[in-house]
Structure formats: structure tokens, C-alpha cells
């Protein structure tokens, strides 16, 4: 009697763990909870999560604790030398794997001038009408229609609470039917993402015994433009530079300095301008030093269904820059790209004037292959070679007497690239995932032309990454009126559910 009760003992554990569910019933599920999900979507997006205001944070971090800690899980503040990190956890008994996954619950700041609605931190419904033109309606017929191309605006539907919550809402579903996953789960919540994750790498080095894992999931991003699932295995690394000019000391009437004081603006313009040739390629020498792409990688980057000519009527561009023969193939290279500029004043502020100082905001985007100092240190040799001094402050009376031409260069490394292979086991596990779920192989993205903050943990502990974007790739993350379409939000969860339910078979080389 006693081994009878053992057995069915054993009997319900193994039963408890979630089996490769089919797409039918993940649908099932989906459906079960879709009314819970959006609710949850519209609490966790109406919570301001600007990082610039820790105090924001901090109700995002307390409502992150609630929420999972409710769930059963453990969490565990992660101090840093500012806003902590958030490591949650749920073991699985008789579990041998572990997934570690990547959420940020920061957001962007607002412009609540450029919002077509009162505030972007409380949630709109809106259908697309007639015209083209996107209209309020009513959220409560969301308690009864679904239409997968409604749409609900606020800040971090999509960039990155959406997914959160679709989490959430999957492992409600789950527990519903008394499932889990037959691996251990924990969750890193980052929440200064959106401000570079700063103290994230050191973090993740004094922290590594608590955040072991055999794989890391990433839960961000926009699918690709096809709106098909997509999984992407690598994201480019960024680190930024300053450049500052000087003409004047102060800014000068141009009528009487004009052809005698050099404007630091032209200067500027001209350094810039010789760091690119026409067809938009790096123009000094080894920057893409490295990057050989073999026929065979040039086949996987082919398989992506990009329609280049879409690409560029949606951008509104009759050419593009010739770092790769397409798009996939450009966003395999270190990239060095203006995204600021300023000097002196315009439109109505404009001022006759000869400006003091011109400056150059650059970001650059990185890849495994870009070392970001050998970089740094080959557009610091460039520089010089065009016949400026360079300085870290602001120049001396001296240094300005001395040298006939002065750059300020300034520059940080946020963090590196990384890339899993395609054929790696995590990949084949995840792929197998969204086969269930969709009935069809994923969209896969060799490396993201976006930044995550992921090699840390990739070079920390020692373990593969692969990012599954969930939500509409036109959702405007990082602008106004931001959103997420309803029917992306529903296959995320459907998605999440596929994936909490993949076996992780003892052939899974997994640590």
C-alpha cells in the first residue's frame, strides 16, 4: 500500500510538470486569461516608470515584488550603486535546468505635447478609422470584442511592460490548470534600461552565484517588420562619444569677425564629414577590420523576409548607405552614427553671430567582431590625422594660443555585443517552441540592430542568449504614442506559454 501511494505520489508530481502542450491548447489557455491580461497590461502601464525620477521607480519595484512574490515566487532586491536590480525566482522540484529571463520595466520619458491623449500613463483604446486616422473608443469593449488590430497607447505597452505582463498572464494560465514548467525560472528586472543600464555589468559580476543559469531568455523588442514570430540571437552593443569644437572664446558679431574668428561649426562639419565618404561607409581606416561574411552566414541573413522597398518608402529614402548589399547584411557592422547636433542658435532664436562651440553627439553600435577601444582608439588616431588637438576639458587660454585647431573628445563604452549561434540547443529548444505555438519555423534575426545590456551576462556566466520579441514592430517605443496591437499582446502570451511548456529533454546540453 505504502509503494502504491509513492507511486501515484510520483505519478502527480511528474503530471504537474507542464507536457508539449499543442497549439490548440495553448490557444485554450490564452483564451482562458485574455480578459485578466489586458487587465493586468492596463495596471502596469497607468504606474510612471521615467528612471530619471527614482521615486517612480520605486513604486514599479514594489509593484514588481507584489505581483510575482503573490505567484509564489522569491524576490530579492539586487543593490547597486543606484536603482537596485529585481532577481525573482521559482524553483521547480525535481528540476535540473534553469532559464534565466530579461525584462525592464523603466520606460522613456514623455513629451505630453506630441501625445494625442491627455496622459501617456493612462491607457487608450483606439481603432484605426476610415481615414487612417487612429480614435478613441471605449475600453470597456475590450470586456467583450477583440479585434487584433485595436490598439492600446500608453508608454511601455510595448517597450518593455507588454511583455511583462504577458508573462505574468501565461503563468496565470498555467497555474489555472495546475501546470508548470519542468525547469527552475528566474527573472532579472532591470530598471534602468532605458537610461543604459549603468551599473548593470558590475552588478552582474558580484551577483553571478545568484543569477547562474544555463540560458538566458530575453523578453524585448519588436518582431520583425513581417509581424511573423521572430527570434533573434544577438543584439549590437553601443558606447557613445562627444565632440566638442571651439571657435571665440565668446560668440561674435559675424559682421565684425565673419572671415577672421574660425567657426567652430564648420570645423565640426568638416571633421565629421571625413570620417564618411559618400556612400555612407566609415571612411577610416579598420573600422570594419574583422567582418568577413561567408556565404553561408550571407544565406541565413537572406532568409529574412525583408521587403527593402517597403523599408525604404516607410523611411522615405531614395538611397541607402552601402555598408551591406541589404539591410540585414548593414546591421552586421560597428555603425557611427550623428544623432545630435549643436551650435549657436535657429528659426526664431537665430542670431547673426560667429559661435563659440560646435558639438557632436555620436553613438556607435557595436558588434562581437568591434572591439569598442580599438575603435575609440582609431578614431582618436583619424582625428589627429585631420590636423586636431585633443583635450578632455575645455581648453586652457594656452592650448587655445598653441593649437590652431581643438576637439574635446569624450566617449563611454555601455557595453559589448553578443551573438548565440542559430544551431546552438537553446535555439533548437526555442525553435521547437514556436513551432507549437504557430505552426511554423520563427522568423531568426542573426544579431538586432538595437542595444540590449546582455553581453554581461553572456561573458559573466558563461551562457547563451536569444531574444523573442513579442510585440508590433510599428509601435513607436521611444516616442509618442507608444502602443501595442492587440493581437501581437494575445500571440505573446501564447507565445510565453509555449515556451514555459517546453521540456527541457536530458539531449538539451544545458548546464
Known sequence: MKRLLILAITFICIQSFAQNLEKGELERLTDQKWQHGVELLQEIVSIPNNAVFPEQIEVNIKWSEDQFEKRGYSTERLSTD??????????????????????????????????????????VLKEINAKGEWTEIPSDRLKTEYDPNWRIFARSTSDDKGPVAMFLTAWDALSDEGLSPDYNVKIILDFEEEQGSPKLPSAVIKYKEKLAADMMLIMDGPRHTSNEPTLSFGARGIADLTLTTYGPKFSQHSGHYGNYAPNPALLLSQLLASMKDENGRVSIPGYYDGIELSETEKEILAKVPDDEKAIQKKLGIGRTDQVGQTYQESIQYPSLNIRGLESAWVGNEARTIVPATAIAE??????????????????????????????REDPTDEERMKYPKIVKMVYSISYQAFRTPMDSETGKWLRSAMRRAFDKDPVQIRISGGSIPISPFVDALGIPAVTIPTVNSDNNQHSPNENIRLGNYREGITAILAILTEKTQDELRLK
Open 82 to 123: 543606484g536603482i537596485p536590480l529585481l532577481l525573482v525566482e521559482k524553483k521547480q522540484t525535481g528540476a535540473t535546468k534553469t532559464a534565466l529571463f530579461y525584462f525592464h520595466m523603466d520606460g522613456q520619458a514623455v513629451d505630453l505635447s506630441k501625445w494625442f491623449q491627455p496622459d501617456p500613463y493612462k491607457p
Open 362 to 391: 555620436i553613438d556607435v553600435r557595436l558588434v562581437p567582431e568591434s572591439d569598442p577601444e580599438r575603435l575609440f582608439s582609431l578614431i582618436k588616431n583619424h582625428i589627429e590625422s585631420q590636423g586636431f588637438h585633443i583635450v
